[in-house]
């Protein structure tokens, strides 16, 4: 059995050990932040774009970066998915996409607003998210 003093030992050195791997790793990956999420590329038309999608609360209804409420679609690879002309019609009518059967909010958004948030997507959707959101595995029907 330890001794109390090498069990002591023991203790703090692997607390030591633990923390250090853990603060090597935190560092690693605020190195590698810009890096992944194309920081150069940020410009004023994203940012309004994110202040936007805060003010309205299209995270009530969406996730980005599987972070938000599940009740509608993931729009981290929105842009990617739809393009550019749907998501700028969804964002002005979304009735008119899907007629009375869906739950999407019709915002009084300007022009302006609509390209910003579309920038916004397409910056986010540009980062290397190390390959999220996953590409769903579908059954091909025989
Ligand atoms: C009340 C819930 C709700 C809120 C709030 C909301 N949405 Fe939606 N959104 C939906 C639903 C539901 C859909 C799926 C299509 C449908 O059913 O209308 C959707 C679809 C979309 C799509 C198309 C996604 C795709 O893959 O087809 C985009 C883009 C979008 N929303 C952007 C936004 C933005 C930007 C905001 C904030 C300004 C927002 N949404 C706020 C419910 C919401």
Partial sequence: M?????????????????????LLLTLDTLKQIPKQTNEQTMNESVIRGKNLWDKNNCMGCHTLLGEGAYYAPELTKVFERRGEGFIY????????????????????????????????????????LNGFPPKPDLVKPN
């Fill in 2 to 22: 330890l001794s109390k003093s090498s069990a002591k030992a023991f203790f703090l050195t692997g607390t030591a050990v633990c923390v250090g791997a853990f």
């Fill in 89 to 128: 019609a969804m964002l002005t009518d979304p009735q008119g996409i899907y007629p009375g059967q869906r739950k999407m909010v019709k915002y009084d958004l300007s022009d302006g607003e609509k390209k910003d948030l579309i920038a916004f997507f397409k910056w986010i959707g540009e980062m290397d």
